[in-house]
C-alpha cells in the first residue's frame, strides 16, 4: 500500500468522521436520555415544609390519580374579581412560585398554583399527559367554587402549554400567556438543529395545536432578548392563534425571567386584570 500523503490525509479524514459519528450519537443518545433532566428542573420540599405568605391562603393535596399527589396554594382574598389558575416555568417549587403569584392577589385575584409531579411536595412519575391530567382536576376544582366565566388562565414558560392546553378543552374568562413558545418541539429544533428532535423529543407540547381551538380573549408577553424560548418562536405561535382574540405585546429587551420589571407588561396586566 503506498503511503503517498493523499493517502495520509483520506486516513485522517476518516478517523476524525468516525470520531464525530461516535461524539453526534452519543450526544444523541444523552439527549434522548436526559431529556428530562434538561427540561424539568425542580427543587424537592419536605412534606412537612411550612408556607410563608403575605396574603391569606389554603394548602390543598389533590390526588389526581394512583401514587400522585399534586401539591398546590390557594390564595384567597375577600370579594375577589375572579380567579387565576397559574401554571408555572420549568424550575423552583411553590415556595417561590407563590411569592410571584402574590403579585396577582395584590391585584385583587384569588389564585391556585400547583405544583407539577416532582416539583416540592408533589409526587407522581412525569409524563405530559400527567402534566395535562392534573392541570384539568385544578380546573375542575375551581369550577366547584367559581362561575367558569371568572377563571382566568396563567401560564408561564413552560405553564404556556398546560394553560394553552386548558383553554383549548374549557372556555375560561381569558388566557395569559408569558414568554410562550409555538412548540416544545420547535425549541428544541432551533437548539439543537443537527438532531432529529423529532423522534427523539418524549414532550412535544404542541401549544400549535392547542391554542387553535381557544375561544377566549389570548394576551401574549414575551420579550425580544429572551434567551431560553426564542421570540421567533412566540410570533409563530401568535400566526396560527385566533386573530380576532389575540393581543400580543412585545417587550423591547425583555429576556426570560425579568418582563415584570419593564412598564409595558405592568400596564398590559393591569389593563387585562381590571
Not at 375577600?78 to 423552583?92: D, M, Q, R, S
Request: glycine share 6%; proline share 4%.
Amino acid at each position: 500500500m503506498s503511503f503517498t500523503p493523499q493517502n495520509r490525509l483520506k486516513r485522517r479524514l476518516k478517523r476524525v468522521f468516525k470520531i464525530l459519528l461516535v461524539l453526534y450519537v452519543m450526544l444523541g443518545t444523552s439527549l434522548y436520555f436526559l431529556q428530562e433532566k434538561m427540561l424539568f428542573l425542580p427543587s424537592t420540599l419536605a412534606q412537612d415544609y411550612q408556607y410563608d405568605f403575605r396574603y391569606p391562603f389554603e394548602e390543598l393535596f389533590f390526588e389526581t390519580a394512583e401514587d400522585v399527589s399534586i401539591n398546590a396554594i390557594h390564595f384567597k382574598i375577600e370579594n375577589p374579581k375572579g380567579v387565576i389558575l397559574y401554571f408555572h416555568g420549568n424550575a423552583g417549587d411553590l415556595s417561590r412560585w407563590g411569592i410571584i403569584g402574590e403579585h396577582f392577589v395584590s391585584l385583587n385575584y384569588d389564585v391556585l398554583i400547583m405544583d407539577y409531579r416532582t416539583y416540592g411536595k408533589s409526587t407522581g412519575k412525569l409524563s405530559e399527559q400527567g402534566f395535562y391530567d392534573d392541570a384539568d382536576y385544578c380546573y375542575k376544582y375551581l369550577l366547584k367554587h367559581y362561575d367558569e366565566d371568572d377563571i382566568v388562565l396563567y401560564g408561564r414558560s413552560l405553564g404556556t402549554g398546560i394553560a394553552t392546553y386548558l383553554a383549548s378543552k374549557h372556555k375560561p374568562k381569558q388566557l395569559i400567556l408569558e414568554t410562550p413558545y409555538y412548540s416544545i418541539l420547535d425549541v428544541a429544533k432551533q437548539r439543537f438543529p443537527i438532531f432529529p428532535v423529532k423522534g427523539l423529543l418524549k414532550y412535544q407540547f404542541p401549544s400549535n395545536e392547542f391554542i387553535t381551538s381557544v375561544e377566549c380573549p389570548i394576551t401574549m408577553f414575551h420579550g425580544t432578548d429572551d434567551a431560553v424560548i426564542p421570540y421567533s418562536s412566540a410570533e409563530k405561535l401568535k400566526a396560527v392563534a385566533p386573530e380576532a382574540l389575540t393581543t400580543f405585546i412585545t417587550i423591547e429587551g425583555g429576556a426570560h425571567n425579568n418582563l415584570i420589571s419593564f412598564e409595558n407588561y405592568k400596564t398590559g396586566i393591569l389593563s387585562i386584570l381590571e
